[in-house]
């Protein structure tokens, strides 16, 4: 029977996948191990598993390295080596770190891109194979393991769930362990069983695999390309529109033209092996138009930068921009099989955004921190590494400072800075430092604020009487209402919450109605009201409110607050703990 043989097939090709990519099904076994550990205790260990994963796509590269470039055994081996050095390395690296930073994050995303380049460039290095066939295979492979390994999860998941109800109940836990093994082990065994060994490939075999369904010729010939031309005659005609003005100031249009252009070069590569009328146009012209509609785009983010500085996201778009530039000017004039050059390119750009000292993250830094002190000694600000209050800075100016302290802060920078006071925290102590308030831009300051807090939220209660969850909202009825009452030493007391006029007092009282403490909770709204709109968290010590008198301690920690700014109905969720002297 066919279907017999088919899945006959395919189970060989998993084991000779395990048998070809053994260091890598070892680190794939790993993370899946790891993840099942975090997935039952609810511990992250995301430095664990992002090592294991990075050595998943390090150990695949090597084991291709080996197959095109060094095929004795001795250097398979030695490459292995290497592999699990250069992964325990990046552990070692990442280990210290308190927690994953977005520089951590997006080095590593980087380095995975560039390994994913180089698995599909290094197979087809000086071979009669072409890199746009390896590029479609590749592609193709990725698609089907991911459909399958799609129905294999909603299956089992349905299964699960019929195991659940009928017969009986199974922990919640058991579905995040099937995604675990079925998306970090099978998928990418399955996608590696796909991928062919070109050094061993039988004649035709490769033409076979990186053959183009028809159903993918039409979508790429007869609808991404003509979607694509519309877009760009679009793109052309809003450039000329606006060039002599709002297209250098419009930074949302940044990302359009990232996108475009990462378009056209992925279109480009999967189009390479396709003749028809609509893809000869297409490599015919479109990348002698990539080539002006980058550079207007760099040009406009270089203009940018004279004021604001850079950012890693910028130094990105520019670093994209200048690789979209050799690339449509290599595409233009290179034969379609030499397209293994813009992988090339691709790994050496992705390098040099990670490795200091021209890395996206140390020109960011050092531009940020130089963009923020020349604008503190325009003002006079700096005094024997010292930050002094001024007032008078302009709109501007402030919108400068504000950015630039943001960033820093964002992406850890600032405890770096000795001139940055210590234990500053930018919510609670900017307008202290500096002399203004945060900047925002027009129409911010009303946008409405919802703040949660980051977890996990750890609350020292040690010497408290009470705790109680309650609510703070705008519509409550004036009046009294007792939230909690408790006992200490055989007399009782209340938790009470006042409620007059949409602001509410939180007091304690005793057995007589004698109160003991009182804290206006007005004091977390004024707190919070400044805070920007896409804050979003706050740690733990900016959410504690404490008042205390020689008769009772009362602390307020806020779990999540609202802040509706054209409304004014303001509400929060907060823990309050009672201590009685």
Known sequence: MKWLKKCKDRLAGLTDAISRFPLTTLFLLAAVLDNAYS????????????????????????????????????????????????????????????????EIEIRTVVALFALLWAFIWVPVIKSSNSFNKSFMITFKSFFISLFFSGIIFVGIDIILVAFNE????????????????????????????????????????????????????????????????????????????????????????????????????????????????????FRKVFPKVLIPIVLFQIASSLISLTDTGITHTRYYVILFGLFAIIAGVLLSFLPVWKNGVIAALLIIFSAISIIPPVDAFTISRNSQISTLENELLKYDMLENNQIKPNKTVSEKDREIITESVHYLDQMGYLKGIHWIPKNFNVSDDFEDTFGFREYQASGVENQSVYLTVEPPMSINIEGFDRFVQTDLYPFD?????????????????????????????????????????????????????????????????????????????????VQNVSIEKQTKQNNAVVFVFVQIK
Request: glycine share 4%.
């Open 477 to 557: 009825h004036n009046g009294e209402k007792e939230i909690s009452h408790f006992k200490k030493k055989s007399k009782t007391f209340s938790l009470l919450k006042e409620t007059k006029d949409k602001r509410s007092d939180l007091k304690v009282a005793d057995q007589n109605g004698k109160e003991l403490i009182r804290f206006n909770t007005q004091e977390i709204f004024d707190k919070f009201d400044d805070y920007q709109a896409d804050k979003g968290t706050i740690k733990a010590e900016e959410a504690t409110f404490t008042k205390e008198n020689d008769r009772a301690k009362i602390t307020i920690a």
């Open 39 to 102: 997935i039952s205790t609810e511990k992250d260990d995301t430095k664990l598993l992002l090592t294991f994963i990075l050595g998943a796509f390090v150990s695949s590269v090597t084991q291709v390295v080996y197959e095109r470039i060094f095929p004795k055994i001795s250097s398979r081996l030695a490459l292995m080596g290497a592999a699990i050095i250069l992964t325990g390395g990046y552990y070692l690296i990442v280990r210290p770190a308190p927690n994953l930073s977005t």
């Open 166 to 281: 009928l017969i009986f109940q199974i922990g919640y836990t058991a579905y995040p362990h099937t995604a675990n093994v079925i998306f970090i082990l099978f998928a990418p065994l399955y996608f590696l069983s796909l991928i062919p060994n070109y050094s061993r490939a039988k004649d035709n075999s490769i033409d076979q695999a990186a053959h183009c369904p028809k159903f993918l010729e039409i979508l790429l010939s007869y609808i991404l390309i003509p979607l694509l031309g519309v877009f760009t005659l679009i793109l052309v005609v809003y450039i000329f529109k606006t060039i002599g003005g709002a297209f250098w100031e419009d930074n949302l249009l940044e990302p359009m033209l990232v996108s475009y252009a990462i378009t056209v070069i992925l279109l480009y590569i999967l189009v390479s092996e396709l003749e028809n009328k609509f893809t000869a146009f």
